[in-house]
């Protein structure tokens, strides 16, 4: 995207509101780098995460961004070897710990609203719960050292407590014997040693180390002879209590080292998060939305908003483009409002294709562009001024040479500056060479001659700018199809011009020219209402088909758990039917145990005969029920290999896999399973069309449920290949092209497991080692077919 028209269009303006709503200043460096991405995937991935961003902020609060830093400095010093200080490691435990709540913070159930690009971005975090306790247990401040760090540590400072004690009980006692002698009675430090304030005319009377005196040499500080040995042990200590701290720094900073491509990697993926919800931060303040991207040139902002205006006072519009025109020509007096048009086409096109969200109404549609180019003063200011300036012929002639189909123009004013005979005849060539390129075209004029232009070329349509005489003032409001009226006469009259210099006026113009103006007066006032109401009919009917979609889905849950209802009622006979025959069995059971102690054998007899009664009877009714079961649906006449079938004995979908054997059975995919049935014992898949749909839902939610990576470490081969082996079965049966297996680096011999179980498996397409930023030979990333 050409620099100029961010400028024009004041980009820059935007991205310095967007950093107010970021926490660090690598989120803010993104912002700054932040312009038009290159292809339509990247605008829609990324205006997707945006669209996360702000239904997680609305649904789960503010992210965990709490005590993030910039630590790009302190990252590079510990990749280097650096010993860090205990802020900094303290700033890199707090990235550390935000990448691991950020985990937490995104996970939902399964049925709930999943959350793909900004979950796919979070796959990457690898927690360092070790690394980020050891640092926390050791800083207990930007500048302290837990007593507990080390224990070497802890014996030092408690030995250094007892000696400063003693030394200052001693202090006190030479205070007390040399009072005479001191300026005041306070005892004072030099050069972490302890010193008396001697007056300078008893400085024999006190033996000992002279180390400073006072600016009018009255006072000298000497240290007792008595306190020499106890300063000694004490600055000894000190710089034990330096060396151990300055070790734990050492260590703490080389295990950050060590760990310095998953730490940079996690800073880096925080970072990017504040960048996305500082995205849907600012979304969230203008009432952003989500706009449908395409890459026809196909334009229809509904109730856009220019986002640098005062949202009190500015005036939603309408603007489509490309459909049935591909020129659009705004004519009409120099009211500020036509520029405030350009300029809201143009930003909002170049914030949906960087990835932000644009304020207007929901189902609006912008078009990716190769290129904007805008032709509007530099110098104005739409926060200062909607009036509008001249046009320069050198940015003209670079825009007639580098324009095509995948480009949008905006002119301001176009042919200005000349004589306006020339001027407009300047006009129409140049939007009628752009137009046989196909480029996408809003321009504005005061020129007359472009309406009659817009008006008899195919692919071009006028617009202009409603204007309240009454109020003498423009309303903003865009009326497309309607080429401008001057009301030069309305407005002289309601200045208070006389009535004979404005008839005297008219009588000098043609009279076709005035019913022309009369013309577009009346196509005016009918084309508003047209307009209003076939926007409040297109509103009405998105209404109509999400309240649809809506009852099609409750309709589809009905029918879900009316089946599960039917379903659960027949296991719930069956283990009816089982406990009753587990019952019967233990009463006769207790009645052989009462006739083995003595009682009468016809007893049982009878018993026995009950017991036949209530078995059969119980067979025929499992019976009856297993017989229903299997005759529901229509049995299978023709085998169809990868046929969907329904298996009633599993009460689940299956999948036909081979042809009946000589014993009549088939193998069948359930799910993860293989396994062999009686073609006899499958039934037709009896699906609606709403339940088929439904399925297709239920797919792409499964897509969602499976992880795209595996964590092996910590296991022995044996386990990580069944693991891994279940787990790209989910993964093929969800439809994932490529997952992610971490092994580890270690000794090589989980990886070699894992690579030779890859090398015979029947989803894996390929296989590689994973690259710099992927996790390098701890991975093996896997393309399924």
């Not at 979304?283 to 986002?307: A, L, R, T, W, Y």
């Not at 009549?664 to 399973?673: F, H, S, Y």
């Amino acid at each position: 995207m050409n620099d100029r028209a961010l400028r024009v269009l004041e980009f820059n303006k935007i991205k310095e509101i967007l950093k107010g709503f970021t926490h660090t200043k690598a989120a803010k460096d993104m912002i700054e780098d932040l312009k038009p991405y290159s292809n339509l995937y990247e605008v829609r991935e990324h205006l997707q995460e945006t669209k996360e961003a702000l239904s997680l902020l609305m649904k789960k609060g503010s992210p965990p961004f709490e005590g993030v830093y910039d630590v790009r400095e302190e990252i590079e010093k510990a990749g280097k070897g650096f010993t860090l200080f205990p802020g900094q490691l303290l700033r890199i435990a707090n990235i550390m710990r935000t990448g691991r709540k950020f985990k937490d913070y995104i996970s939902h159930k399964e049925e709930e609203e999943s959350y793909r690009v900004i979950e796919d971005i979070c796959e990457g975090i690898y927690p360092l719960k070790g690394l980020e306790d050891a640092i926390y247990n050791a800083i207990i401040g930007e500048e302290e050292v837990s007593d507990r760090a080390s224990t070497a540590l802890y014996n030092i400072r408690r030995a250094l407590k007892d000696k400063n004690s003693s030394i200052r009980d001693k202090v006190n006692s030479l205070m007390r014997s040399y009072s005479s002698y001191l300026q005041e009675s306070l005892y004072t430090m030099r050069g972490d040693r302890y010193v008396l304030p001697v007056k300078a005319e008893h400085k024999g009377a006190v033996p000992g180390l002279v180390h400073d005196q006072s600016s009018s040499g009255a006072t000298l500080f000497i240290e007792p002879m008595s306190l020499v040995d106890l300063n000694n042990e004490i600055k000894e200590l000190m710089l034990k209590e330096k060396a151990e701290v300055e070790r734990i720094l050492k260590e703490l900073s080389s295990k950050v080292g060590d760990n310095i491509t998953y730490v940079r990697n996690n800073a880096n993926i925080v970072w990017e998060l504040d960048f996305i919800f500082g995205k849907g931060k600012f979304g969230s303040s203008m009432n952003g939305i989500c706009p449908h991207v395409n890459e026809g040139g196909f334009i229809d902002i509904v109730q856009g908003k220019h986002p640098l205006i005062d949202p009190k006072v500015v005036v939603p519009t309408d603007i489509y483009l490309g459909k049935d025109f591909t020129s659009l020509v705004i004519t009409g007096p120099n009211t500020g409002g036509k520029t405030v048009t350009l300029k809201t086409v143009g930003l909002l096109h170049i914030m949906a294709m960087s990835g932000l969200l644009i304020p207007a109404r929901e189902n609006s549609t912008v078009s990716y562009f190769n290129e904007i180019y805008a032709d509007i003063g530099d110098e104005q200011s739409i926060e200062q001024s909607l009036s509008t300036f001249s046009s320069h012929m050198t940015n003209i002639v670079n825009i007639i040479g580098k324009a095509d189909e995948k480009s949008l123009v905006l002119f301001d004013e176009l042919g200005a500056g000349t004589d306006p005979t020339e001027g407009a005849a300047l006009a129409v060539s140049i939007l009628e060479h752009l137009r046989k390129k196909k480029v996408k075209i809003v321009g504005t004029t005061h020129y007359s001659e472009l309406k009659g232009y817009a008006l008899k070329t195919e692919g071009v349509e006028n617009a202009s700018v409603e204007f309240d005489v009454e109020t003498l003032k423009p309303t903003y409001r865009l009326l497309i199809g309607i080429p401008g009226k001057s009301n030069a006469f309305e407005i002289s009259k309601r200045l208070g011009l006389p009535d004979f210099i404005i008839e005297e006026a008219k009588s000098s113009i043609a009279s076709e020219s005035l019913r022309f103006e009369d013309l577009i007066q009346s196509l005016q006032e009918k084309t508003i209402k047209a307009a209003e109401d076939w926007r409040k009919a297109e509103i009405l009917k998105e209404e109509a088909n999400r309240l649809k979609e809506g009852y099609e889905e409750k309709l589809y849950n009905l029918n879900k758990v009316r089946e599960k209802a039917l379903i659960d009622a027949q296991r719930e006979g069956k283990s009816l039917i089982k406990e009753a025959k587990e019952e019967a069995d233990n009463i006769l059971r207790n009645i052989r145990e009462l006739e083995r102690m003595g009682y009468a054998s016809d007893t049982r007899q009878k018993l026995e005969n009950e017991r036949k009664k209530l078995k059969d009877k119980l067979d025929r009714l499992e019976a009856q029920g297993e017989k229903l079961e299997t005759e529901k649906g229509k049995k299978i006449k023709d085998v169809k290999l990868g046929e969907e079938v329904y298996l009633p004995k599993l009460n689940q979908n299956v999948i036909l896999l081979t042809k009946p054997d000589n014993k009549g059975e088939v193998q069948v995919q359930a799910g993860i399973m293989k396994i062999n049935v009686k073609l006899e014992d499958l039934r037709v898949s009896e699906k609606t069309k709403v339940e088929k749909k439904a399925v297709k839902r239920e797919a792409k939610l499964n897509l969602k449920s499976v992880a795209t990576s595996i964590d092996l470490r910590g296991m022995d081969s044996e386990e990580a290949i069944y693991s891994t082996d279940k787990y790209l079965d989910e993964a093929y049966m969800a439809g994932l092209s490529e997952v992610t297996v971490i092994h580890g680096k270690g000794t090589g011999i989980l990886r070699k497991s894992i690579n030779d179980m890859l090398k015979k498996h029947s989803h894996v397409k390929s296989y590689r080692l994973g690259e710099y930023g992927e996790g390098g030979t701890g991975v093996t990333v896997v393309e399924l077919k």
